[in-house]
């Protein structure tokens, strides 16, 4: 079978597997977000943390709620580093030091999951686990909440009111990452995953010599950072390690995680907005995008020219050979496209178009299919604006979903989609423009100049993916990527529920033959058309000094 032909099943595959999980997780997670009823262990949960599950908060509650919730976590989660060396079970390994510590408190708190260190030598079994792989959940639950929140938003009337942000966390959590955790860790064990608690090992080579190993949870890790588009593992080669990403079916298994969430709970919100077709819309635009950057990586990948890649039959450095330029390109897609940020394969290592499409697929957002919530409640801004553009052509006030997109609802959304591109930009240029960090670098020109704005992108967006070759573990990018980690994060957040609020406090406009139609093909191809042209007129300057210049000189 040819690699192209491999590649082409992989894919065909992984449409199929999602299309089969779409409704039922979809509708089971409408219900879980709508149900007036508690379990018993959420009950314990509440009282525990003082939480009043049936109280509805006004989006300024809900956002001290996510607020207060997240500085908990990076003051714990940085503590936690910061005394490692005094822990039980840290392996031998010493305390983090302190800029590297707020970067990875920051990183796993804003469900980034930008790693400065190489995780098996830095981070003992209670950081890994009593630290990281918590805030995998609940930062992936904070997103889910939040996007739930903005639904609420659409779907209610005449109230501020937009649910109570400590039941929509623990119900994300306990109803939804934890079940499906378990069994997507059962099948990683069951494909040669490692599950252990074993310490530092030397273990002989096959030429002879010997190497040091260390056991940990990589299954039970693996699964939670990808089904909640973290990205931060266990090991410093992250999914392209035989431990955490084993086979080939392994690999197509971890994408599916990677999408499942996503794309799900774009029929989520159909069904709790009331109108299932809605739901298919933002379905069918993620979707759009996803296949189209798949095609575009598989081809630069598998024909790009040169006498060395056409040698080897294709750009297979920096690839695993046990997966392929399918699977690999299949990964590098899908974890730009979400906020996943794992990676199976060096992104540095990309032909020059292939590395410019993941960090343009970053820089859309990470809207197709997004983040776990945040892909949601990011393509919902981008549909307000591509209704705000339709009702400038037309002259009509726009509306979505029964609610008119005014002033304050424009400008709510402009901000929202304005703060990160102001974040990567000019913490790039400030880089760029000092004399220290450009030392970090070890490739000059426009693949060292892509470098910095990647992890500038990569920051910002919450995505945490890295092109090798630049030395982030320096005071300057620890604490410049750590903040734009968290503004990139936060900042966002606070726009989305005050739209949220305000959407919520409206009366319902009936529909009339001058609405636009949200459903239909036509504003699926308007949201695509706006999503593209907004992000290349933001970035293309800075792409064509990058990898638009790398890959037309290649």
């Known amino acids: 079978m040819s690699p192209v032909l491999a590649g082409v099943l992989q894919l065909l595959a992984l449409m199929a597997a999602l299309a089969l999980a779409y409704r039922p997780l979809g509708d089971y997670m409408a219900r879980v977000y709508s149900s007036p009823r508690h379990l018993r262990v959420e009950k314990w949960i509440y009282k525990g943390i003082g939480a009043h599950p049936d109280t509805a908060m006004r989006w300024p509650a809900y956002l001290r709620g996510v607020l207060a ?3 908990a976590g990076v003051l714990l989660l940085y503590l936690l580093q910061r005394l490692q060396g005094s822990l039980p079970g840290s392996l031998g390994f010493a305390s983090i030091d302190p800029d590297q510590a707020f970067n990875t408190a920051a990183s796993f708190v804003s469900n980034t999951n930008w790693q400065s260190y190489a995780g098996e030598q830095a981070m003992g079994h209670v950081v890994q686990t009593g630290g990281l792989a918590v805030q995998n959940f609940v930062s992936a639950a904070v997103g889910m909440a939040v996007a739930v929140a903005l639904v609420r ?12 942000f400590w039941a929509d966390l623990v119900r994300g959590t306990v109803r939804i990452l934890l079940p499906l ?16 608690f074993a310490g530092i090992h030397e273990v002989g080579q096959f030429l002879g010599g010997h190497q040091q190993w260390q056991g940990g949870a990589y299954a039970s890790q693996e699964v939670i950072k990808e089904l909640g588009t973290n990205g931060g593992g266990l090991a410093n080669a992250n999914s392209a390690h035989p431990f955490e990403n084993p086979n080939g079916f392994t690999n197509l298994f971890e994408v599916f995680l990677i999408l499942l969430l996503p794309f799900a709970l774009t029929r989520t919100f159909g069904r709790m907005v009331g109108s299932l077709r809605q739901g298919y819309a933002l379905l069918a635009t ?19 020219g040169g006498p060395a890649l056409q040698a080897a039959g294709a750009a297979m450095e920096g690839k695993e050979t046990r997966f392929g330029i399918g699977g690999s390109s299949l990964f590098a897609v899908s974890t730009t496209l979400t906020s996943t940020g794992a990676v199976d394969a060096f992104h540095s290592s990309l032909t020059g178009f292939g590395g410019g499409l993941t960090l343009l697929g970053m820089q859309l957002g990470e809207i197709a299919p997004g983040g776990v919530g945040s892909g949601l409640y990011g393509m919902l801004i981008m549909a307000i604006i591509a209704v705000f553009l339709a009702g400038l052509m037309v002259g009509r006030t726009p509306e979505y979903l029964g609610k008119k997109i005014g002033t304050r609802q424009i400008k709510l959304a402009a901000c929202y989609i304005l703060i990160t591109p102001a974040l990567v930009l000019c913490f790039t240029a400030a880089a760029m423009a000092l004399p220290t960090p450009p030392h970090s670098m070890a490739n000059t020109g426009a693949h060292g100049f892509t470098e910095i704005l990647y992890a500038y992108t990569s920051g910002a967006n919450n995505n945490g993916s890295a092109f090798a070759g630049l030395n982030a573990d320096t005071p300057w990018f620890n604490t410049t990527i750590g903040l734009a980690m968290l503004l990139g994060r936060f900042l966002p957040m606070v726009f989305v529920l005050a739209l949220a609020g305000s959407l919520a406090e409206q009366q319902p406009v009936p529909e009339t033959a001058g609405t636009l139609r949200t459903e239909k093909p036509l504003f699926t191809g308007l949201l695509v058309g706006s999503i593209l042209i907004i992000t290349g007129l933001t970035y293309f300057p800075a792409l064509a000094l990058g990898p638009l210049a790398e890959g037309l000189a290649s």
């Open 181 to 196: 955790s378990v069994i997507g860790a059962i099948v990683l064990v069951a494909c040669g995953a490692i599950q252990n």
């Open 153 to 164: 938003g659409f779907a209610r009337s005449r109230t501020g009111e937009l649910g109570n």
């Open 69 to 71: 919730f997240s500085a």
């Open 286 to 304: 993620m979707g759009v995008i996803w296949v189209g950057f798949v095609a575009l990586m598989m081809w630069t990948e598998f024909h790009h």
